[in-house]
């Protein structure tokens, strides 16, 4: 399940999931090998949340809704922010 430390707390991925910009629909992942698009087809993601998941299609399409959490009793939930901004880095250096 992957994982990631920001502001020193560990993330755990429990959703994998985008929304397109476009179609304004959602695809979300339950598995390795479910491979999901919107209903425009512009972004899809597959892996579910297994450690080779993936973003697929139009970063311009692309906004990333998957939820992660922090272990324990009372979790936190990773903000958003920092999935938005994962996916700007990705557009600035013109990767997918
Ligand atoms: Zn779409």
Redesign the pocket.
């Given at each position: 399940m992957p994982s990631l430390v920001f502001e020193g707390r560990r993330y755990v991925q429990r959703t994998h999931a985008v929304e397109?910009?476009?179609?304004?629909?959602r695809a979300q992942s339950f598995a390795n090998r479910h491979f999901v698009?919107?209903?425009?087809?512009?972004?899809a993601v597959d892996g579910g949340i297994g450690p080779a998941n993936r973003v697929i299609g139009r970063l311009d399409?692309v906004r990333d809704i998957s939820v992660w959490k922090t272990e324990g009793p009372r979790p936190l939930t990773l903000p958003q922010a920092y999935l938005d901004a994962h996916i700007d880095a990705l557009k600035r250096r013109g990767q997918n």
């Open positions: 397109c910009l476009q179609c304004r629909t698009t919107c209903r425009c087809g512009a972004v399409c």
